[in-house]
């Protein structure tokens, strides 16, 4: 059983940065590919970036691509999320997610394991 726990969400104005981290625990298998999603309220889960075990592939969801940048640290089992120039449509809970397969995570919005969620909120 692979464990998610996000850090680093909170409150932010329109222009500015934040950076989300999440630490992953259990069997390597089920982090082979690990990312982000995110749900506002009243809205559907989104697609936010994910990136294979080696780097060798990275997906954005065309709504952040170009502002946010996703990237791991294997050593610690850990993926991060830079978000910049954050905009008050960017507010939601952005959860982490692993799963063996990054294609499954980026294309068919599903993954084994899910984080708790976290805030991240963009004032205007």
């Known amino acids: 059983q692979v464990t998610l726990v996000e850090s680093g969400g909170g409150v932010v104005q329109a222009g500015g940065s934040l950076r989300l981290s999440c630490e992953a625990s259990?069997?390597?298998?089920?982090?082979?590919?690990m990312g982000w999603y995110r749900q506002a309220p009243g809205k559907e889960r989104e697609f936010v970036a994910a990136?294979?075990?080696?780097?060798?592939?990275?997906y954005y969801g065309d709504s952040v691509r170009g502002r946010f940048t996703i990237s791991r640290d294997n050593g610690k089992s850990a993926v991060y999320l830079q978000m910049n120039s954050l905009k008050p449509e960017d507010t939601a809970v952005y959860y982490c997610?692993?799963?063996?397969?990054?294609?499954?995570?980026?294309?068919?919005?599903?993954?084994?394991?899910w984080g708790q969620g976290i805030q991240v909120t963009v004032s205007s």
């Open positions: 990136e294979t075990w080696s780097g060798g592939a990275i």
């Open positions: 997610v692993a799963d063996p397969s990054v294609s499954r995570m980026a294309h068919d919005g599903s993954a084994d394991y």
């Open positions: 259990g069997p390597t298998l089920g982090t082979r590919a």
